[in-house]
Every structure is written in structure tokens, then in C-alpha cells.
Nanobody, 124 residues
């Protein structure tokens, strides 16, 4: 099971860190990704980290502002978000999957386990 938490309300330009905690399974062997879905929009890829902890992929829209990291000992993946703007407002979901080839990392179809989502709202 995955549980995403840490969302909230933040002003434009602010920072927020969301977390994804896992229970059960072999979390440390999975690629873990963050996706987001804004009202009226499709779910989109945000960032992901492979099991080695050093291979990271980011959507162009968040490069340089968001940082993904993982603490395998705590079975937790973090998404540190900086320089937030209203376009970042969405429900943020974490997901995990095994054996995802690099080119498929941004595709939601490769992730088998999903958390319930946490709301991030950026006010202007």
C-alpha cells in the first residue's frame, strides 16, 4: 500500500514537500513516480526515481523546481517542490512499479500500485 501525504495550501513562490510512504511489498525494488491531476485535466507525469535512488526523471514543467528523492530504509519517497505557481495546483499521486524500462517511466501504465493522492493548492 502507498500513502501520499503532506499536501496543503501554499502561496505562489512557496515550497512544499509531499511524501509517499509504503507498507508491505518490496518497495525498495520499485520505481516510484509522482503524477498529478488538476481539475478538468488528465493525469500527468511529474517525476520518478528508480530503485537505485540516483536515476531520476522529471517532467519539463517541473525541472529545476522539484526534486524527488527516496529513503529506502523508511520506504518513503519525497517530492520537494519549490517556486510553486498556481499551475502546480493538483492532486498529487504517488505510484510504484517494477521492471519499468527507462523510456516508459513517464507513462502511468507501467505503475501497478497507486496511493490515494494528496491535494496541493497554490494561491496567486
Amino acid at each position: 500500500q502507498l500513502q501520499a501525504f503532506g499536501g496543503g495550501l501554499v502561496q505562489t513562490g512557496g515550497s512544499l514537500r509531499v511524501s509517499c510512504a509504503a507498507s508491505g511489498g518490496t518497495f525498495s525494488t520499485y520505481t516510484v513516480g509522482w503524477f498529478r491531476q488538476a481539475p478538468g485535466k488528465e493525469r500527468e507525469f511529474v517525476a520518478a526515481v528508480r530503485r537505485d535512488g540516483s536515476t531520476k526523471v522529471y517532467a519539463d514543467s517541473v525541472k529545476g523546481r522539484f526534486t524527488i528523492s527516496r529513503d529506502s530504509a523508511k520506504s518513503t519517497v519525497y517530492l520537494q517542490m519549490r517556486s510553486l505557481n498556481p499551475e502546480d495546483t493538483a492532486v498529487y499521486y504517488c505510484a510504484a512499479g517494477g521492471s519499468i524500462i527507462y523510456s516508459n517511466i513517464p507513462s502511468a501504465s507501467g505503475y501497478h500500485y497507486w496511493g490515494q493522492g494528496t491535494q496541493v493548492t497554490v494561491s496567486s
